[in-house]
């Protein structure tokens, strides 16, 4: 199964553009890359899903270079919601491959 | 429903009891995962069901643990004979179909065995 790895925390301030960068070297030819944020006391909320090049939606982009061996998402004028645990995951689209490390918490103040 | 929905929301028991935990996916979905999180570290995946069926078990830590889809909607985590280690947020999850990992999660049970 490819491995993740993502800085544990980050910091920002409202209104920045807040980049969250996963390394995925082992990424295999099946393999998506996905993108959950979690609230505490809540459960997982998809954000984003991509194979290649880049995806957008109304809440993020998601970056994947030509080789796929990292990703980054990018959220844009972050505010105090957004505050929250962010997972990289990456499989098959299996349930069982897409694993969930300990996530990058984002810690956006004032 | 709106939602996924779990129950009950807490629970505590006491060590070598049963306990059994409830989740009722969003109408219509045919997939449906469990997932035990521990303070601190992401999701750990434990079991999916397709419709009525165990699809994938493969993260059940041991035969204490036993899931049940009876209808393919309502799902029932059990475990029997709780053990200390096995305090945790249970979430459950569901999805529309295989392979799409727009995964759906409800707010979970936080299970405490003392």
């Known amino acids: 199964l490819a491995k993740t790895t993502q800085p544990i925390s980050m910091d920002s301030y409202e209104g920045q553009e807040v980049n969250i960068t996963c390394s995925h070297n082992n990424i295999a030819t099946n393999d998506y890359i996905t993108w959950y944020q979690q609230f505490p006391s809540q459960g997982p909320r998809f954000i984003i899903q991509g194979y290649k090049t880049k995806v957008t939606n109304e809440v993020a982009s998601l970056f994947i270079p030509a080789d796929r061996k990292s990703s980054t998402l990018s959220l844009p004028r972050v505010s105090l919601s957004d505050t929250a645990v962010y997972y990289c995951l990456v499989g098959d689209l299996r349930p069982s491959t897409l694993t969930f490390g300990k996530g990058t918490m984002l810690l956006v103040s004032p | 429903g709106a939602g996924v929905s779990q129950t009950p929301s807490n629970k505590v028991t006491e060590k070598g009891k049963y306990v059994e935990l409830r989740c009722d996916p969003i109408s219509g979905h045919t997939a449906l995962y469990w997932y035990r999180q521990s303070l601190g570290q992401g999701p750990e995946f434990l079991i999916y069901?397709?419709?009525?069926?165990?699809?994938?078990d493969s993260g059940l830590p041991n035969d204490r643990f036993f899931a049940v889809r009876p209808e393919g909607s309502v799902s029932t985590l059990k475990i029997q004979r709780t053990e200390r280690g096995d305090s945790a947020v249970y979430l459950c999850?569901?999805?529309?179909?295989?392979?799409?990992?727009?995964?759906?999660f409800g707010q979970g049970t936080r299970l405490t065995v003392v």
């Open positions: 999850a569901s999805s529309k179909g295989t392979g799409n990992t727009e995964a759906f």
């Open positions: 069901f397709q419709g009525t069926g165990a699809a994938d």
